[in-house]
T-cell receptor
Framework: QKEVEQNSGPLSVPEGAIASLNCTYS??????FFWYRQYSGKSPELIMF????GDKEDGRFTAQLNKASQYVSLLIRDSQPSDSATYLC????????????FGKGTRLSVIA | GAGVSQSPRYKVAKRGQDVALRCDPI?????LFWYQQALGQGPEFLTY????????KSGLPSDRFFAERPEGSVSTLKIQRTQQEDSAVYLC??????????????FGPGTRLLVL
């Protein structure tokens, strides 16, 4: 069974600090990796996707992928109170016609 | 442009009642997915359509759950004889091109179902 593991948190960081969110996955066939942000009572919102080993940066967000270790991470620099949300890691097979497998999410709290 | 829409946004059902949840995907999106998200959990896959064809329904938890997309656009998820364990948020997502590795799924606002 395909599994995606995340620490449920809460992860508390002070405003302006770097938040580091981690995710491991069991299926070595996974090809695409996504980070979604979900505010309480809202639907998941895509932040970043990555499918090559290494780092991918977008503004304050950096996604890191290590397929050999089956590990994905998301770094949020200069964390803001508005970043407080649940962050969902999702993995998928090689094409868009396969479903996403989600972790349970990590709850992030940025303290002003 | 318009995103994925779902209706109703909230539904309260009595145990044993049938419910129907609607999803309007982004116009032109070929693929449509349904997920179930229980409180404090990540979304879990229910079923997938490519146009009108239901290609994967392996995630449907029981034969009380049924989904259709007869014209390849709007989809309906029906739950018969609802049980309390069906209480969850039901999310719909659509994708334009199912063949691309980078293709992402765009989620609707969800329908929050509460079975009493």
């Amino acid at each position: 069974q395909k599994e995606v593991e995340q620490n449920s948190g809460p992860l508390s960081v002070p405003e302006g600090a770097i938040a580091s969110l981690n995710c491991t996955y069991s299926d070595r066939g996974s090809q695409s990796f996504f980070w979604y942000r979900q505010y309480s009572g809202k639907s998941p919102e895509l932040i970043m996707f990555i499918y090559s080993n290494g780092d991918k940066e977008d503004g304050r967000f950096t996604a890191q992928l290590n397929k050999a270790s089956q590990y994905v991470s998301l770094l949020i620099r200069d964390s803001q109170p508005s970043d407080s949300a649940t962050y969902l890691c999702a993995v998928r097979g090689p094409s868009g016609n396969t479903p996403l497998v989600f972790g349970k999410g990590t709850r992030l709290s940025v303290i002003a | 442009g318009a995103g994925v829409s779902q209706s109703p946004r909230y539904k309260v059902a009595k145990r044993g009642q049938d419910v129907a949840l609607r999803c309007d995907p982004i116009s032109g999106h070929v693929s449509l997915f349904w997920y179930q998200q229980a409180l404090g959990q990540g979304p879990e896959f229910l079923t997938y359509f490519q146009n009108e064809a239901q290609l994967d329904k392996s995630g449907l938890p029981s034969d009380r759950f049924f989904a259709e997309r007869p014209e390849g656009s709007v989809s309906t998820l029906k739950i018969q004889r609802t049980q309390q364990e069906d209480s969850a948020v039901y999310l719909c997502a659509s994708t334009l091109n199912q063949w691309l590795k980078r293709e992402t799924q765009y989620f609707g606002p969800g329908t929050r179902l509460l079975v009493l």
